[in-house]
């Protein structure tokens, strides 16, 4: 699990861009119809503070229809 620099949350503020990096070399693999099989990533949020961490928000992405796009 790779973990990015965590970032001050403002009361005034309800949206934030995040610009990260995300690098990782994976195989893919094909089907028998010769499509690329899933492959899952994981994003989560979460939300830190003295003694207590929690996820705040989550989403799955599937890789394999980037293949080959850049």
Do not use: H, W
């Amino acid at each position: 699990m790779d973990m990015t620099q965590a970032f001050e949350v403002s009361q005034n503020a309800n949206t934030y861009e995040l610009n990260q990096v995300f690098k990782r070399t994976s195989n893919f693999y094909k089907d028998g119809n010769n499509n690329y099989q899933r492959k899952e990533c994981v994003i989560e949020l979460l939300y830190s503070s003295v003694g207590r961490e929690e996820v705040t928000g989550s989403i799955e992405i599937d890789m394999s229809p980037m293949v080959g796009k850049g």
